[in-house]
């Protein structure tokens, strides 16, 4: 009786929705790490998983997303190793999204899923742009976390911590 429930309820999600194939050139996520001594940005390219659209109604979609945490660039090379050595990339080598519910909102829309980052699960909701034509889809989004959430022992310079919020932005752009 399981099988029979999961087999109609993927063939409903998949019979609604249409796989987006993500342009890994153009797409993004990023983070802003601050500092009273400094501010960064680190990037990634290398978004992997899938995204699937309805594009009849948005709120029928699925998202499922991990970035690498290796991938993350800063162009500073000793920042990036220490980043890996703070999040422990040994232990947690990705960082993933994935979505429960799609809402539509007055300016936009909503995604609220499960963030996984160092090994810590969090419910979380992503306000988001969706930006449509024929065969494109644009979603942008930016949002913020918090590092002592996910239990993450913010790094020090000159004695003084990193800021405890980083801000997270994500650029996808696909073909539908």
């Known amino acids: 009786m399981k099988k029979l429930i999961i087999i109609l309820f993927f063939q409903v999600v998949f019979a609604q929705g249409v796989p987006v194939s993500i342009d890994v050139e153009q797409s993004f996520i990023s983070y802003d790490g601050r500092h009273p001594a400094h501010n960064w940005t680190g ?7 899938s995204f699937i659209f309805d594009k009849d109604n948005p709120t029928s979609s699925n998202v499922d997303l991990f970035v690498p945490v290796f991938s993350f660039d800063s162009k500073n090379s000793n920042r990036d190793s220490n980043m890996l050595d703070v999040i422990e990339d040994y232990f947690y080598p990705t960082v993933s999204f994935t979505s429960s519910k799609i809402t539509k909102e007055d300016n936009g829309y909503s995604i609220t899923g499960i963030l996984f980052f160092h090994g810590v699960q969090k419910e979380i909701t992503i306000p988001v742009n969706f930006i449509l034509d024929d065969k494109k889809i644009i979603v942008d989004a930016d949002f913020s976390v918090s590092l002592s959430d996910y239990k993450i022992k913010r ?8 800021k405890d919020d980083i801000e997270i932005k994500f650029f996808l752009i696909g073909s539908i």
Not at 155 to 162: H, R
């Open 43 to 49: 990037v990634s390219k290398e978004i992997k998983g």
């Open 155 to 162: 790094p020090s310079l000159l004695t003084i911590k990193m």
